[in-house]
């Protein structure tokens, strides 16, 4: 089997499909044979993003925004998925946000109640609509972080919303295993992106450039990955080479959780 062909016949749905590694990981599953469902909240960004990901074969990606934290808009998003392309194998829960840096004592309960919703009652209405819909030996795949794996002071809203994933893939793969359907959870460390680097530089203080550095420095690999790099896990997580991982938490983080 060629690697271009892990994917083939496979159809994947993604949130947050606009994001750097929803998009790398688009692109990833496009090029090994997939045919994918983009969904996210940003219209604009969903549209340019599809036609990257489509390009040469507009046919493979559709697109559809989606507000996760919306039961009905991820009913939909699934539904219009099987319609288009016939089949579910793969999903994705990938969209999230960050919330802010703040002690717990301080920290602000609708932006604590925000992150929550999008971080973890997206991913389990991801969960609870695609898992009925993918089909036998699928897979499901939730991005959590390396800080739902460990944390750090001030981030109380995103460490605890990636922790519970955790107890969300181990309870889901239980229950689906009956149907060879594999839930994991992927756990990306700092990834050289918007989303990070915005992290980056409210939780030290400094130019982008200083506050890369001083996460890097944390890093045993002493660098930030490439989107590119996630999307390559998510590939083997979607592909058939994997038959027997579920419910594992899986780091590409350099080694920051060690």
């Known amino acids: 089997m060629t690697m271009a062909e892990r994917l083939t016949g496979k159809v ?3 949130s947050g499909g606009a994001g750097s590694i929803g998009l790398a990981s688009a692109r990833a599953m496009v090029a090994e044979g997939a045919r994918v469902m983009l969904l996210d909240l940003d219209a604009g960004a969903l549209e340019r993003a599809a ?3 489509g390009a040469p074969d507009p046919d493979a990606v559709a697109h559809q925004v989606c507000d996760v934290t919306d039961e009905e808009q991820v009913a939909s998003a699934v539904r219009a998925t099987v319609e288009r392309f016939g089949r579910l194998d793969v999903a994705f829960a990938n969209a999230g946000i960050a919330g802010v840096i703040a002690p717990v004592v301080e920290y602000p309960l609708d932006v604590f109640e925000r992150v929550m919703a999008v971080n973890v009652t997206g991913a389990f209405l991801i ?3 695609a898992l009925a819909a993918i089909a036998p030996g699928g897979s499901l795949i939730v991005t959590s972080s390396t800080v739902g794996l460990t944390s ?11 922790h519970a994933l955790v107890g969300l893939i181990r ?10 359907i594999r839930v994991n959870s992927i756990h990306p460390g700092p990834v050289d ?8 530089v409210e939780a030290v203080g400094a130019s982008p450039e200083e506050s890369a550095r001083a996460f890097e420095s944390k890093i045993p690999l002493a660098r930030h990955a490439a989107p590119e790099e996630i999307a390559a896990l998510v590939v083997f997580l979607a592909s058939d080479e994997c038959p027997f991982i579920t419910g594992a938490t899986l780091a590409a983080d350099g080694g920051l959780s060690i």
């Open 12 to 14: 994947a749905l993604i």
């Open 51 to 53: 036609a990257t990901v």
């Open 127 to 129: 969960a609870k609509h």
């Open 152 to 162: 750090e002071a001030g981030i109380a809203a995103y460490a605890t919303s990636k």
């Open 171 to 180: 309870t889901a793969a239980k229950e689906v295993a009956d149907r060879g």
């Open 193 to 200: 992106n918007e989303f990070q680097h915005a992290i980056e």
